[in-house]
């Protein structure tokens, strides 16, 4: 659910023109809790366009058709609503210092593998999805101030457009905390694959649900710790670049 709505609204905001697209990006926003109980006709007949239209428009924001987007909805919903629930103070820091824990027992031989390849790669590019795009322009502060220029576009479509241009001497550092974004129904899963060079995950969700995806995994925390995830990325960041 939260994946769907900062594509979309992440289109929106990234809209130079009031096109047909944006006008289907705004109607789903304001139309977001029907989604789920949606067909594809429905939807259509909501933003007024063809069941094509609406087709091809998923796969502008990284869906396959429509089907994947309402399944987007329909199982990540209830897990993310929990994830809004306030912590109290004393569960906040319990929660992260959790996952600090788990920071500190990264192997330093990792670290160091991660940071060179980094370092020595032509191209590096940072794809921070969803609420952890400031996060991921923290990232390339990081490096940058390490001494390698490296590309983090908040455009969350140009991201996905810059994986094809990629070749075996470039990097690509993926922010996902969930690993949602990673599942087979969007098409970043297939761009991934594709995609020349060295690879590697920052996530809390368990290395095994990505196999043979990344070439590296760095989990920094736990699933359920997620709500604490902005402060240990910045955590992890200050470990990698201290």
Not at 47 to 62: D, E, L, Q
Request: glycine share 4%.
């Amino acid at each position: 659910m939260e994946t769907l709505i900062y594509n979309l609204l992440a289109y929106i905001n990234n809209s130079l023109d009031k096109d047909i697209n944006y006008h289907i990006a705004k109607t789903l926003l304001e139309n977001f809790h029907k989604i789920e109980g949606f067909s594809l006709e429905t939807a259509a007949d909501v933003c007024n366009v063809a069941p094509s239209t609406i087709n091809r428009f998923c796969k502008r924001i990284g869906f396959k058709n429509f089907s994947n987007l309402r399944n987007s909805v329909i199982k990540n919903g209830a897990p993310l609503e929990k994830n809004a629930i306030d912590l109290s103070g004393e569960r906040f820091i319990a929660q992260l210092k959790e996952n600090v824990e788990i920071i500190e027992n990264i192997p330093r031989e990792q670290i160091e593998r991660i940071v060179k390849q980094i370092s020595s790669s032509r191209r590096v590019v940072i794809l921070g999805f969803e609420k952890h795009q400031i996060q991921a322009l923290e990232l390339q502060k990081k490096i940058l101030l390490a001494g390698k220029f490296c590309e983090c576009n908040t455009n969350i479509f140009k991201q996905m457009d810059a994986l094809d241009t990629l070749t075996e001497a470039d990097m690509i550092i993926t922010i996902s905390i969930q690993g949602q974004l990673l599942s087979e129904e969007f098409l970043l899963f297939e761009k991934i694959k594709r995609t020349k060079g060295k690879s590697l995950l920052i996530t809390f969700s368990k290395p095994h649900q990505h196999p043979n995806l990344f070439d590296e995994i760095l989990q920094c925390g736990k699933i359920e710790n997620s709500a604490v995830s902005s402060q240990t990325l910045l955590r992890l960041f200050d470990v990698l670049f201290h």
